[in-house]
Nanobody
Framework: VQLQASGGGVVQAGGSLRLSCAAS????????MGWFRQAAGKEREFVAR????????SYSDSVKGRFTISGNSAKNTVYLQMNSLKPEDTAVYYC???????????????WGQGTLVTVSS
C-alpha cells in the first residue's frame, strides 16, 4: 500500500490542523492505520491508530483529548484532527499502515513521506 500524507503547516499554540493520509494500492479493510511523529533529535513515536476491522481507536497519552483520528473508507483516507496544539507537538508527522494492531514503529511496513507540523509559542 502506498501512502501520501498532507496537511502540515505552521500554526500558533492553541490552534488546529487536520492531517490527511491517502492510501492507494489496497483497500483499508484488513489494515491498521497509524499516525506517528518525529521531533528533531528524537525517536519516532506513536500518536494514534485506527483499525477498520472492529473499528478500534487509541491514542498516546500526550495527545489524548486533543487529537482525533478518523477515516473515510470510501476515499481510502485517514485523518488526524489536531486541536489545542502545543509547541511540543512540533514534529514531522507520518502515516503508516500494516495488519497488526500495534503502537510500535517496527510493526508498520508501509509509510508515507511525512508532513511537517510547526507550532509556534
Amino acid at each position: 500500500v502506498q501512502l501520501q500524507a498532507s496537511g502540515g503547516g505552521v500554526v500558533q499554540a492553541g490552534g488546529s490542523l487536520r492531517l490527511s493520509c491517502a492510501a492507494s494500492g489496497r483497500t483499508f479493510g484488513d489494515y491498521v492505520m497509524g499516525w506517528f511523529r518525529q521531533a528533531a533529535g528524537k525517536e519516532r513515536e506513536f500518536v494514534a491508530r485506527i483499525s477498520w476491522n472492529g473499528y478500534k481507536i487509541s491514542y498516546s497519552d500526550s495527545v489524548k483529548g486533543r487529537f482525533t483520528i478518523s477515516g473515510n473508507s470510501a476515499k481510502n483516507t485517514v485523518y488526524l484532527q489536531m486541536n489545542s496544539l502545543k509547541p511540543e507537538d512540533t514534529a514531522v508527522y507520518y502515516c503508516a499502515a500494516d495488519k497488526m494492531y500495534s503502537t510500535r514503529v517496527a510493526d508498520f511496513g508501509s509509510w508515507g513521506q511525512g508532513t511537517l507540523v510547526t507550532v509556534s509559542s
